[in-house]
């Protein structure tokens, strides 16, 4: 599933690793989760960029998104990175400065340990993948910072669910966190994202490729996972937008309205445009880790077992940096606002200004640089 060849982690070198962008994996041994499963073998895919300091003072960890990876910005294959704009050689994040590291998430496709790894009984986990949280993810990328030599990280950034990560991260390990930036996420999945995410978690299960999440070796449950991304991307994206975009217009020579069965009718060109991004997550994505990501995020909540969530981020440290878009209908700004409002201290949100919706804090990261410079990279 991954793009580029994964090569093996030097153990113990964070510093003289090459940070050249280039996947790597690193074995984080046995992993007993929140809920009670355990991974035997867990393995963190990863990427670093920059060189380590002698303190090891200057590690910045980022964060990806639902069906993002680990390749936030250019490395050795020059493949662009989802978070070019902020990361890189004299960008905000500054790679001649820091030390970038980016994993991708437990249960990915992208070479950690997910459901299409093996399991010690020689068959893909398939069904049997365990139910994790993001908590556990946090608990995992604490092991690769562990492998890497970095005790604290000078900061941890990430949008939706990266920012779900980033929050955790500063509540589950204070003293590991200097500076924390939560962009376009809340501090608990609320019942609307938990009630998208159900119906696309459905619509996976419903597939009849699914066989109960062991297809592999068979057809994947392409449909669902096709169906899921249309829910979700709609939500990802604005009225305004799609209306902008899109109108009532028919999509090139198709007749929307050309034929008496519904069967046989052409597309209007929102209904192209979601079929588009069905079948490129399809064509990248593995159902399974598309299932257990959503739940994880589902699972979402920093006051689980902590008290009340004001009382969870009382015990963070570090210095917050919270934003989101004007128009994200799914992690409005009003959800940043409260999380703003429960932290220590008085920290302002900071509002990128898109028509796209939530996406935005991807296509729209330019529109934060001077924000996060001031805050965290002077
Ligand atoms: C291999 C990896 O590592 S993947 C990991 C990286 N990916 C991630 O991190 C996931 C996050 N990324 C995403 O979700 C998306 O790529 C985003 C949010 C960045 C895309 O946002 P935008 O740039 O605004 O793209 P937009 O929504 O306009 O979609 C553009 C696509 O729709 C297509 N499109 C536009 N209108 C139509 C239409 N009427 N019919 C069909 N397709 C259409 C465009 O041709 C374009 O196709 P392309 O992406 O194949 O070039
Ligand atoms: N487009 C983003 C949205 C999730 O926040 C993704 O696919 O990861």
Redesign the pocket.
């Not at 990806?64 to 990876?69: C, I, N």
């Given at each position: 599933m991954t793009?580029y060849p994964p090569a093996p982690l030097q153990h113990g070198v964070g510093g003289a690793l090459p940070g050249d962008g280039q996947l790597r994996i690193a074995p984080i041994g046995p992993l007993d989760l929140e809920t009670g499963g355990r991974l035997p073998r867990a393995q963190l895919a990863f990427e670093t960029w920059g060189e380590l300091n002698h303190d090891a003072s200057n590690a910045v960890l980022v964060l990806?998104?639902?069906?993002?990876?680990s390749?936030v910005a250019r490395g050795a294959t020059d493949?662009h990175?989802?978070w070019d704009a902020l990361v890189g050689p004299g960008r905000t994040v500054d790679t001649d400065r820091y030390f970038v590291v980016s994993s991708n998430m437990l249960g990915g496709c992208?070479g950690s340990t997910g459901p299409a790894s093996t399991a010690p009984d020689g068959r893909p986990w398939g069904s049997r993948f365990p139910f994790v949280t993001i908590r556990d993810s946090v608990r995992a990328e604490a092991l690769l910072a562990d492998a890497l030599g970095i005790s604290t990280w000078h900061s941890v950034l990430g949008g939706s669910m990266g920012g779900a990560r980033a929050l955790e991260w500063a509540c589950t390990f204070p003293r590991r966190v200097r500076r924390c930036a939560v962009i376009a996420c809340t501090a608990a999945s609320t019942a609307e994202q938990i009630a998208f995410a159900q119906a696309q978690v459905q619509a996976i299960r419903l597939d009849p490729a699914f066989h109960g999440g062991d297809y592999y070796g068979g057809p994947h449950p392409e449909a669902g996972l096709g169906l899921a991304r249309r829910i979700a991307?709609i939500t990802?994206?604005s009225e305004r937008e799609l209306e902008a975009?899109?109108g009532r217009a028919a999509?090139g020579s198709e007749q929307p309205l050309g034929a008496v069965l519904p069967a046989d009718r052409g597309r209007y060109?929102?209904e192209?445009?979601l079929?588009?991004?069905a079948a490129?997550?399809v064509s990248?994505f593995d159902a399974n880790s598309y299932l257990i990501l959503t739940e994880a995020l589902m699972s979402h909540d920093i006051a689980r077992g902590r008290g009340t969530p004001v009382e969870a981020l009382a015990t963070t440290t570090a210095d917050f940096f919270v934003a989101a878009v004007d128009t994200d209908r799914l992690y409005g700004p009003e959800q940043s606002r409260q999380l703003a409002a429960d932290l220590p201290g008085t920290v302002p949100v900071r509002l990128i200004s898109s028509p796209?919706g939530h996406?935005a804090f991807?296509?729209e990261i330019g529109q934060l640089d001077h924000a996060l410079r001031a805050a965290f990279y002077a």
């Open positions: 793009t990806h998104a639902l069906t993002g990876s390749h493949e990175g989802w992208y991307h990802y994206r975009r899109f999509q060109q929102a192209s445009y079929d588009h991004q490129e997550l990248r796209a996406d991807l296509t």
